[in-house]
């Protein structure tokens, strides 16, 4: 069934056989004949040029039905069908007509149609002429769950590149895209073009090719529609009509109270109302009511109330209201205070309250619910929802009952809440993939599906996105290839893989669906991967991680102030939560990432200490870093309000507990982040130049401190995990880090230890040339012939040891990742993250799941 989205300016009106008139050239003549209960419209064209893009509307008796169309589609709403043509008839040359493909219905009744328009224009001739057309419209056509846009070029040139804009009812999701592609963020999705269909002829249409997909729920319509930023039926933006009603339920000494009826919504949804006091903004609110706070008392105001649509276009003012604030002179009791407060629900980011209603000789007005000394949230009634909160994180609650002039009664009890999990039952798995993964690894976003690891994580953490060294700025949509030193401080200054991210293309044996990237899509890479892995499993979380080892030098330049915070977020959430993907060689653009990340993880390494070499570091890092969390989740938490989804904010943090100490601020970071993911390995290692530790052996990491260690101060994953605990973070924002790689050393003398904290001569050959020192866990196990497995009772720690003057690696295994889980559940902690997954053949992740459940 097709339909246009919004009353479009091409509507045909079928009638019986008639005289015509002298025509214009762009003037189609509808004739309707009847042969039994079958009906046809023939359509001529007398003028001299050709018409393309028509399509019919008529009436029928009440109770008589069209169907079974031949050669076009139909749509019956009540009396009125909506006749639209197939492609091969949509344009009706000069002095021709539609023989023999001319349009026929069958009638349940044998009855003539009325009122009948072809493209606006009464179909015998008649009257005016059709209006113009608009240079480039988009028809919608649904039928069922299958459903299509139609995109029209009226005008006289070619256009070339377009896309769609389109919101969808409420919980409908749209799908399985052919001939474009879409991604979805909340209820808006965005369509695009592929190749052969991006550049559509003056007078043509994108049939037989037009973008087609599938809508959750049958015969969905889009609420809004937009074609390159204009209504996709032509017509100029309309605003939203104007709130109606405005009404004042509740007055104070101070405050004014207001309600409305809900706007008419416009060319865009409505994404809230602005409240005026006189000609001064005084509130703006997403619901249909609001308080004015701060009024003067016993004084006359005048207010009035305007929609905002999501563009930002607001409605004309409703009528306004006049309300006179009361006189405290008139009452002076405070109400009774409230009592009963407890909590009726919770959630990771809100806590619904409930509470005993006060009583007052004037009346109360409402209740002011506080989290600590906050002022959360103002409600009439005896029940309050307080969202933004989160995850794991104990609030104190208490309530003020205010009268109706504004005497306010003490507080209530207060009542303890902790939020829920961020995973709301079991145990977080979060894996890193790593973006150059596809490369020497041949390790692929399907590979996290066939070993059986995607149906296990709970998180998938995309490593890594840099900052652009002279904006300061999420930097995307660029590939620069690094230094060969890893020590060169300039190594990852404008780095990045945007083929890697969303330009290359994968073959069928590549891809999580066994569908081939045809090389046309305007996403591509690990970045469609990602989306079709999410599709195949939808509670699955994938997060953006931003920094890492090499990607962390501006880190300190982007946390340095208010206004480099707010950029820095906000280009990230454009970027990758918006899905804004800059242009790469012809991918990307405009929401086409939309809908693939549910979060950002942050990976400063380190703020206030040494990481990479040329890393900037400030005194003020700390401080900066727990602003620049807290922005982030001001940010996040502030899109949530305009598309209903929460989205996550986590973090890799240090074990050092003197980088935790310079950098970190945990009860305060706390109040932000849903996760810290505590690094857990990489205690000890061998540089690829033979730097950091190239003379002993040591563990990367081990669940406990060892007695035998020669380092001082030694490292394990409990000394790290209670400096977290001791600070009073909760213990269910802690995830321990396991390492799906092994760190390794060569010529290493036995000691009677097997080449525990033994002696060595630098890194061990690594699993490429450029990584000495490091291979992964299945690599090592196949590479590196006779390296017998060990198992340190007392550490937990994992090594094999090839024998005396040979090589030594350590790195976890089945044994130690089920003593790790073991002790995590007693600890109570939220679960384990992976460094990183190409190292798994499956065996890793499966003995995690084992173990955490």
């Known amino acids: 069934m097709r339909r246009l989205v919004t009353p479009l300016i091409a509507v045909l009106v079928i009638i019986g056989m008639c005289t015509l008139p002298a025509q214009a050239a762009s003037r189609l003549i509808a004739t309707f004949s009847l042969s039994g209960n079958t009906g046809t419209f023939l359509v001529n064209n007398p003028g001299t040029t050709a018409v393309s893009g028509w399509s019919i509307v008529f009436e029928l008796p009440s109770g008589v039905t069209a169907s079974n169309p031949q050669n076009a589609t139909i749509r019956q709403n009540g009396t009125k069908v909506t006749l639209t043509p197939a492609f091969y008839i949509n344009t009706v040359q000069a002095g021709k007509n539609t023989e023999p493909y001319s349009p026929k219905v069958t009638l349940s009744s044998a009855v003539q149609p009325t009122n009948c328009l072809i493209n606006g224009a009464n179909c015998d001739g008649t009257g005016g002429d059709p209006p113009a057309k608009p240079p480039v419209s988009a028809t919608y056509d649904v039928s069922g769950t299958s459903a299509k846009f139609i995109v029209a070029n009226n005008s006289t040139t070619a256009l070339n590149g377009w896309s769609i804009v389109f919101d969808l009812p409420a919980g409908v999701t749209a799908s399985n895209a052919s001939n474009g592609s879409l991604t979805q963020s909340g209820r808006t999705v965005t369509l695009t073009p592929v190749h052969y269909n991006t550049t559509v002829n003056a007078g043509a249409t994108t049939e037989p090719y037009s973008p087609s997909f599938t809508v959750s729920t049958a015969n969905a319509e889009p609420t809004s529609c937009r074609i390159n930023d204009v209504n996709c039926d032509g017509t100029p933006d309309a605003p939203p009509g104007a709130p109606g009603n405005l009404r004042s339920p509740v007055r ?27 000609t001064a903004l005084a509130a703006s609110v997403t619901e249909t009511s609001g308080t004015v706070s701060g009024l003067t008392p016993n004084t006359e105001y005048t207010f009035t109330v305007k929609a905002k649509d999501r563009k930002g276009t607001l409605s004309a003012a409703s009528a306004p209201v006049k309300v006179t604030t009361r006189n405290p002179a008139d009452d002076t009791q405070a109400p009774t205070v409230p009592s009963g407060l407890r909590s009726t629900a919770k959630s990771s980011s809100s806590v619904t309250l409930a509470w005993t209603a006060s009583t007052d000789n004037s009346g109360v007005a409402n209740y002011d619910v506080f989290v600590g000394p906050t002022l959360a949230t103002t409600v009439t009634g005896t029940t309050a929802v307080v969202s933004g909160l989160s995850p794991s994180t104990e609030y104190p609650f208490t309530v003020k009952a205010r009268d109706l002039y504004d005497n306010v009664s003490a507080a209530s009890a207060e009542v303890k809440v902790t939020t829920s999990d961020i995973v709301e039952t079991g145990y977080a798995r979060v894996g890193y993939f790593v973006q150059w993964g596809i490369y020497g690894r041949q390790y692929f976003v399907r590979n996290l599906d066939t070993t059986g690891a995607a149906a296990k994580l709970t998180h998938i953490n995309y490593a890594f996105a840099n900052i652009d060294p002279r904006n300061l700025t999420c930097l995307q ?56 892995l999410k599709a195949k499993y939808p509670n699955l979380k994938v997060l953006i991680s931003l920094g890492g080892w090499t990607y962390s030098k501006y880190f300190s330049d982007v946390a340095a102030t208010d206004a480099s915070r707010k950029k820095f977020a906000a280009s ?40 990479h070499a040329g890393n900037h570091i400030s005194p003020n890092d700390k401080a900066n870093n727990t602003l620049l969390i807290a922005e982030f989740r001001r940010q996040l938490d502030a899109l949530t309000t305009t598309t209903g989804k929460r989205y996550q904010l986590t973090a890799f943090t240090p074990a050092d507990p003197a980088k935790i100490a310079a950098g970190w601020d945990l009860p305060e970071v706390a109040k932000s982040l849903d996760i810290f993911n505590i690094q857990g390995y990489d205690f000890h290692g061998a540089g690829s130049d033979n730097s950091w530790e190239p003379n002993r052996t040591g563990h990367q990491g081990n669940l406990y401190l060892d007695a035998d260690s020669p380092y001082n101060p030694d490292f394990s994953v409990e000394k790290a995990v209670n400096v977290y605990l001791q600070a009073g973070v909760n213990p269910r924002k802690l995830t321990i880090g396991l390492a799906y790689y092994g760190r390794g050393w060569q010529q290493v003398t036995d000691g009677g230890k097997n080449g525990e904290w033994q002696d060595a001569h630098g890194a061990a050959p690594g699993q490429f040339q450029e990584e000495a020192g490091t291979r992964g866990y299945s690599n090592l196990l196949a590479m590196v012939p006779g390296c017998t497995i060990r198992h340190d009772e007392v550490a937990v720690a994992t090594y094999c040891y090839t024998g005396n003057n040979g090589q030594w690696w350590s790195f976890d295994d089945a044994w130690s990742i089920g003593k790790k889980t073991a002790w995590l559940k007693s600890k109570g902690l939220l679960g384990a993250m992976i460094w990183e997954m190409s190292g798994d053949p499956g065996v890793l992740t499966t003995a995690l799941d084992a173990g955490l459940r």
Do not use: M
């Open 252 to 278: 104070t000494t101070k405050t004014v109270s207001l309600a409305w009826d809900a706007a008419t919504q416009g060319s865009l949804p409505i994404v809230g109302y602005e409240i005026y006091n006189g």
């Open 477 to 532: 949509g660029v590939t620069k290839g690094t230094t060969s030193d890893p020590q060169d401080p300039s190594q990852g200054d404008g780095a990045g893989d945007a083929e890697a991210d969303y330009g290359r293309p994968f073959s069928s044996a590549q891809s999580v669906d066994g569908v081939a990237d045809t090389g046309w899509e305007k996403l591509q890479g690990n970045f469609n991967q990602l989306k079709k």
């Open 572 to 611: 990230c959430i454009d970027t990758y939560i918006k899905g804004n993907l800059p242009d790469y060689n012809g991918k990307g653009g405009p929401g086409t990432a939309a809908g693939i990340f549910d979060g950002i993880d942050l990976d400063w390494e380190w703020p206030g200490a040494e990481g």
